[in-house]
């Protein structure tokens, strides 16, 4: 069974640009979640879709948004990229509702 | 909200011995406590989970022990081995048909030969 599939790998874009980043989860797994990690910050929970709709939602600002389709893999949009965006950002999907994640190799983000 | 605190951040051990690392939370209502393992280049992969139900759980080297009145979870591993060396991360939330852990820190974990 192939794991949660993050594309692209790495990414650079500078200040003001736009970014978006997907996810294909685990066949069969239908909540999807976004969680940003820094070496300062550690791991940060962004969001958490579930049959296309937003369930929760981290302390982030508007910028940060995302969407899930109807098969389930999810995108992610940071708008109006900032210096402090530079970070790798993690996918993790899960069959059970709120346990075991199985999270993606992440997109590593820098802003320039 | 929920908090999680982990030590050490550092953990340096002799092949063979064993390695616990420590976290303690802070809501009472968490009932689920996964622990992660994060190679270089890749994402946390889960090693080992507990739901507060239990106050116990191993499989093969590794361990987790809950204790919900102090508030703290433990990995345990024994018989390290140099694959071991890895960042560990242990995390919790409350089970409620929406995902959001909480992480804590991170362990950076090396066995030496």
């Known amino acids: 069974k192939a794991g949660v599939t993050q594309t692209p790998r790495y990414l650079i874009k500078t200040r003001g640009q736009q970014v978006t980043l997907s996810c294909s989860p685990i066949s069969g797994h239908r909540s999807v979640s976004w969680y940003q990690q820094t070496p300062g910050q550690g791991l940060q929970f962004l969001f958490e879709?579930?049959?296309?709709?937003?369930?929760n939602k981290g302390n982030f600002p508007g910028r940060f948004s995302g969407r899930q389709f109807s098969n389930s893999r999810s995108e992610m949009n940071v708008s109006t990229l900032e210096l402090g965006d530079s970070a790798l950002y993690l996918c993790?999907?899960?069959?059970?509702?709120?346990?075991?994640?199985?999270f993606g190799s992440g997109t590593q983000l820098s802003v320039l | 909200g929920e908090n999680v605190e982990q030590h050490p951040s550092t953990l340096s051990v002799q092949e063979g011995d064993s390695a616990v690392i420590k976290c303690t939370y802070s809501d009472s209502a968490s009932n689920y406590f996964p622990w992660y393992k994060q190679e270089l280049g890749k994402g946390p992969q889960l090693i080992i989970d507990i739901r507060s139900n239990v106050g116990e759980k191993k499989d093969q080297r590794i361990a987790v022990t809950l204790n919900k009145t102090a508030k703290h979870f433990s990995l345990h591993i024994t018989e390290t081995q140099p694959e071991d060396s890895a960042v560990y991360f242990c995390a919790a939330t409350m089970v409620q048909g929406a995902q959001k852990l909480v992480f804590g820190q991170g362990t950076r974990l090396t066995i030496n030969p």
């Open positions: 993790a999907s899960s069959l059970y509702d709120g346990e075991k994640l199985f």
């Open positions: 879709y579930f049959s296309e709709t937003q369930r």
